[in-house]
């Protein structure tokens, strides 16, 4: 199945987790991929995965929390491919505190990463987009639809994802841009396998954030991406899926 045969796909946080997967599905249904991430030696090794598979892509090394950085990104892109027809916002980060600890250094973080960056990335590109009746997809999270235990920076951040990426497609919808969220929950990646809770978390609250089935790798999730990104969902837009093995059923 070659959906993306033709298409430039821009993805970030491609370095790992479910930006990594989708790089690697997208790349394999015959996509020109553009990865990006903080982690430059991350992306090269994708890359060079990529590569040897008979695909096609280019690392970029991307702070999307960085002032001026998504222009630059997106400038880059569109001089090595001639254009855009798909961004994958996957670049995020994830902290657990109690709520009356957090301390705003942490909070203005992971709101200028998860939903600044993800906002300005998504500012620049929709020239391009427009141009190639393009769409975006977006990581929210099932925190971005129920409470999660401490983490109220995080749900918050998905949260504005979620509200953002409606709006988008609402205001593009009759200029042909889609654009909509996954909502991934219990999956194994080097971002959930890295969080510390605080030290007198309830962990009977746990059972609000663990799936029916059990985690799944980040593949499942790309998976998904790769449907909405793609002509398989070109009636979709401003919709949020959830790849959450039944946390919300």
């Not at 030290?199 to 790798?217: E, P, V, W, Y």
Request: hydrophobic letters at 45%.
């Amino acid at each position: 199945m070659k959906r993306f045969e033709n298409k430039v796909v821009l993805i970030t946080g491609a370095g790992s987790g479910i930006g990594r997967a989708s790089a690697l599905r997208l790349a394999e249904e015959g996509g020109k991929v553009w990865c990006t991430d903080i982690n430059e030696a991350e992306i090269n090794t994708l890359v060079d995965e990529i590569k040897s598979a008979g695909g096609e892509a280019v690392a970029y090394r991307f702070d999307i929390g960085e002032v001026g950085a998504a222009e630059r990104c997106v400038d880059a892109c569109v001089a090595e491919f001639g254009g855009v027809d798909a961004v994958v916002n996957m670049a995020g980060i994830l902290r657990f505190s109690n709520c009356h600890e957090l301390e705003q250094n942490i909070w203005d973080q992971i709101i200028a990463i998860n939903l600044t960056g993800t906002f300005m990335l998504c500012k620049a590109v929709l020239p391009e987009l427009l141009k190639t009746k393009g769409n975006i997809v977006n990581a929210a999270s099932t925190a971005s639809l129920q409470g999660l235990p401490w983490g109220v920076a995080y749900a918050a951040s998905k949260g504005g994802v979620l509200a953002m990426t409606r709006s988008i497609a609402v205001e593009y919808a009759k200029r042909g841009v889609r654009a909509n969220c996954v909502c991934p929950g219990d999956i194994n990646t080097n971002m959930a396998q890295g969080v510390t809770f605080p030290a007198d978390a309830d962990f009977d609250l746990l059972s609000r954030i663990t799936s029916l089935t059990g985690a799944k790798g980040p593949e499942v999730v790309a998976g998904v991406i790769a449907m909405l990104a793609s002509e398989d969902g070109c009636h979709i837009t401003g919709e949020h899926i959830r790849v959450d093995g039944g946390i919300l059923a």
